[in-house]
């Protein structure tokens, strides 16, 4: 998928991947990360999503990597905080207190620039990019959080029915990918109500990975 793509969703406000309330799946599986209060969770492909939210009232410290500006200042005008707007490298950081989102390309983000983070939560991230990006991402969000134990979600549906993304993702295809730095576990598959795009049964896995 090339930027562009994703500037117009934006600039368009095309944003069907925009849940209007934090994930389900998160809320039920963020316990198993065993995150400490303060921990800081990295959200790559962020957009402006209220897990975001969900997390900071939570305790937790968040960090992200969004692509676009339009949707980072979206995402700070509502969760109602004025951020700090600086200059990170060749990027732009947006921050206020306990939260810092990295407004650019995620595989030109360093681990320098990053800092530390405890956990991976990717939502609509790894499903968002077509094949041939995958394994460069794995291995990317795998260098720059120094292989920090992920909860992962996926779907799974009749790829020929519909176009991504997102992207349809079966478990061989998630083992492979992650095997060479993870160990996977399964947590739960339930059915997409009402279908993807409200069009395609389709499933949504939710993975616990662990640095091997
Ligand atoms: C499908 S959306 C998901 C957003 C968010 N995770 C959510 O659950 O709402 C994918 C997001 O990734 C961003 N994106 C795509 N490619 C990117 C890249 N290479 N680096 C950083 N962000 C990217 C897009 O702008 C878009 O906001």
Redesign the pocket.
Known sequence: ?E?SF?HD??NANEIG???SKP?ALLEKYMGVLGCAEGSRIF???????L?IGWLLAKGYCVAG????ET?VKQLFEELGVVPDISPAGARTRYSAPDIDIFV????DLSEELLGAVDAVYD???LV??PEEMREEYVRQVAKITDNAPKLLLTFEYDQSQLAG??FSIDEDSVRTLHSDSYRLTLLEKVQVSGGLKGRVNAEEAVWYLEKE
Do not use: V, Y
């Not at 959200?43 to 999503?49: N, S, V």
């Open positions: 998928m930027a994703w969703r934006w991947f925009h849940q994930n959200l790559p492909l962020c957009g402006k999503t897990d990597a969004e692509l676009s949707a650019g390309d995620i595989f939502r609509a991230a968002a990019l993304p997102p």
